[in-house]
């Protein structure tokens, strides 16, 4: 499904910080999933699907993610004209809507722009300047979320920092601490020498750590 893959596009691009408590952890994202979730959907039912070979773009940047589709504003006006708490709820494809809100990813009524406003605010670091921007013209509709800024002493665990065999790598360990390095070259079929590069490349993420000397001891996962 596309909206699936859209948001798995998200949180393999983008950071999730987090920070200590003496309970546990707290994760600090970038961006509002919900807020995120909300301008796909968005765009997806409102999109004008007759204009041929479009599409809704998703595109992310250092400091923010901008969702454009094709087709302006069902009644014809601008939203950066408009009050967005006031905007209506018309919509260009009522039955696609409908089967969104069924699948509980948009409510049936009320418009999901003040929700995408309210969900990142709700974020640590959010300041004023990041409100989220609604751009349109008569052949396009585009959201732009900003991304909160990560606080000092927050760790940053986000998936993209490893490569796909590192990852490898980090499920090997989750499932076996004292897994060595002979046997997860021998699992991924790769040399030795390879997966050692990966887990000096992995330790000085701060993504894990070993303890003990060579094949004694555990390797741990940072939390």
């Avoid at 589709?69 to 708490?85: E, F, V």
Wanted: charged share 30%; aromatic share 6%.
């Amino acid at each position: 499904m596309l909206l699936r893959e859209a948001m798995n596009f998200v949180k393999s691009n983008t950071k999730r910080g987090w920070e200590k408590l003496p309970d546990g952890r707290k994760n600090k994202p970038e961006y509002a999933e919900r807020a995120v979730l909300e301008a796909m959907v968005n765009h997806f039912i409102h999109r004008d699907y007759t204009v041929m070979g479009s599409e809704v773009h998703l595109d992310i940047y250092d400091d923010r993610l901008a969702v454009t589709s094709p087709g302006g504003m069902y009644n014809g006006m601008l939203i950066q004209d408009l009050d967005i708490a006031d905007v209506s709820s018309e919509r260009r494809n009522p039955i696609l809507a409908n089967v969104m809100a069924q699948l509980d990813y948009m409510e049936k009524r009320g418009s999901g722009l003040t929700r995408i406003c309210n969900e990142t605010k709700a974020l640590d670091g959010y300041k004023d300047e990041l409100k989220p921007v609604f751009k349109s013209t008569p052949t396009q509709f585009q959201t732009i979320i900003y991304a909160t800024s990560v606080t000092q002493n927050v760790g940053d665990m986000s998936e993209t920092k490893l490569t796909e065999r590192q990852q490898k790598i980090l499920n090997l360990i989750k499932a076996s601490p004292t897994i060595t390095g002979k046997q997860m070259s021998e699992t991924l079929s790769v040399s030795q020498r390879t997966i050692e590069r990966d887990l000096s490349a992995m330790q000085k993420k701060g993504v894990l750590k070993h303890e003990g000397k060579d094949n004694d001891g555990k390797w741990v996962i940072s939390e």
